[in-house]
């Protein structure tokens, strides 16, 4: 059975590496760019499993399922690749501002308990004592008073561009064919009165290709991919800036670094003393353009600054900017058959959570090709 994936960013590399552990098909992906480019190449790679909101529902059990697959398929990696893919296992700490209510907190740590995870609630003075790079009192008075903190043992943080050519490489040595620079030109599609149609194969800038199964994980290359097969999925660009920041040494302790999180800023030790600063959330104002305002980028620096006030002698090394495939008029990500269609499937419009949901979108994507119970 031929399967062609079309996008190669975390979420295309998941599905490619997940369905080639399964005998008897014959993967090829494409993509325009090489592999890891677009949202993919820009993202932070905080993994929010045990410590987001979502409680119940298909959007827990995705990120349930990802979070766990994580433990497992980074070693898998490693082992098959000899790549080295950074992997932070010390967790995610959630500042809590003034305005947060401990109540909820409090709540959301009984039902992780129930559901097997744990979660830690600390007041300040612990905080002070385990992490004494964030200030408490904030001299600064730019943001609300810290009162508090969540800490998420379980929760990760990968490094996405490192995680997306390894999946690459292991879906390689298990027999994937990557094309990459190859652009869909156009597609064939059975007579119009069949119902659903059968699409038989794609035209592309390196000639044609036919498949069994399409798989759209092109984020948001996905909407112009969908209209050429007259079903329209519209993916709205949003744009996200981040820093990188040099300051030398570890902040705190150094063998204890978390990723912190508040106030939806996400503060990221990389190692040797740098740190990613993400991101801004930006929407276009008028059709897709959207250029980076660099008064958030800066406003974004202030905010981590005032958490951890050692990050304001940083040295900048770099800034950057990535669009994310926000789905419009409906919840992210979009997963499923092509409205219409017996053969293609859906797995894009993952806005912020491409790298944390991208395990489970394979393992979905695997479920539509190959039932339980059925082939390997």
Known sequence: MNVVIIGCGVVGAAIAYELSQVKGLKITVCDRQPPAQASTGAALGVLMGAISQKIKGKAWQMRQSSIQRYETLIPELEALTGRKIPFNRQGILSLGLEEENLAAWEKLVEIRHSQGWHLEIWDTA??????????????????????????????????????????????????????????????????????????NQLETTEGKIAADWFVVAAGL?????????????????????????????????????PAITGNDVHIVPVGGGDYWVGATVEFP??????????????SLRE????????????????????????????????????????????????????????????????????PQGVGG
Request: charged share 15%.
């Open 221 to 257: 290359g996905s909407t112009p991919l969908t209209a050429k097969l007259n079903q329209l999925i519209d993916i709205r660009p949003v744009l996200g800036q981040a820093l990188q920041l040099r300051v030398g040494h570890p902040l705190g302790n150094p063998d204890f670094q």
């Open 126 to 199: 612990k905080l002070q004592n385990i992490c004494p790079q964030v200030d408490v009192y904030d001299g600064l008075r730019l943001h609300k008073k810290i009162t508090g903190a969540v800490y998420s043992p379980q929760d990760r943080q990968i490094d996405p561009t490192a995680l997306t050519l390894a999946l690459v490489e292991a879906a390689q040595q298990n027999g994937v064919t990557f094309k990459f620079g190859v652009a869909v030109l156009d597609t064939q599609t059975s007579a119009p009165e069949s119902s659903p149609q059968f699409c």
């Open 285 to 298: 104002s008028n059709g897709n353009e959207i250029p980076p305002n660099q008064e958030l980028l800066e």
């Open 303 to 370: 905010q981590a600054i005032a958490f951890c006030p050692e990050l304001a002698t940083a040295t900048i090394l770099r800034t950057w900017s990535g669009l994310r495939p926000r789905p419009e008029g409906r919840p992210a990500p979009v997963i499923g058959k092509l409205p219409g269609f017996s053969n293609v499937l859906l797995a894009t419009g993952h806005y912020r959570n491409g790298v944390l949901l991208a395990p489970a979108t394979a393992y979905a994507i695997r479920e539509m090709i190959i």
